[in-house]
Nanobody
């Protein structure tokens, strides 16, 4: 059974930084493409960032480009989301997702394509 667990959320002032972590257990982590999504109150879940299972290919939403960085450590079975220059509009519950894939370079931006999801971690940015 695959389990996905996010951590690292919290309250931060605008302009500050947070690093989210996502741990995956149960199967070979290096065979999963990974992604981060977020959902603000009253809004649909939206794509934030994604990373391929190997070769480090990444993709970002336009709203976070230049501020957020996704990375992974396959040895530790963890994917990170470094968030800098945070804005109040970044306030949301952040979710980590994993998709089993045979393709080394695929990055997945569509939530419906992911197989496993975490419970989410709240990020609140005050103005």
């Amino acid at each position: 059974q695959v389990q996905v667990a996010e951590s690292g959320g919290g309250l931060v002032q605008a302009g500050g930084s947070l690093r989210l972590s996502c741990a995956v257990s149960g199967r070979t982590f290096s065979r999963y493409a990974m992604g981060w999504f977020r959902q603000a109150p009253g809004k649909e879940r939206e794509f934030v960032a994604a990373i391929s299972k190997s070769v480090g290919r990444t993709e970002y939403a336009d709203s976070v480009k230049g501020r957020f960085t996704i990375s992974r450590d396959n040895a530790k079975r963890v994917v990170y989301l470094q968030m800098n220059s945070l804005k109040p509009e970044d306030t949301a519950v952040y979710y980590c997702a994993a998709e089993w894939t045979l393709r080394d370079t695929i990055v997945v931006v569509t939530p419906g394509e992911y197989d496993y999801w975490g419970q989410g971690t709240q990020v609140t940015v005050s103005s």
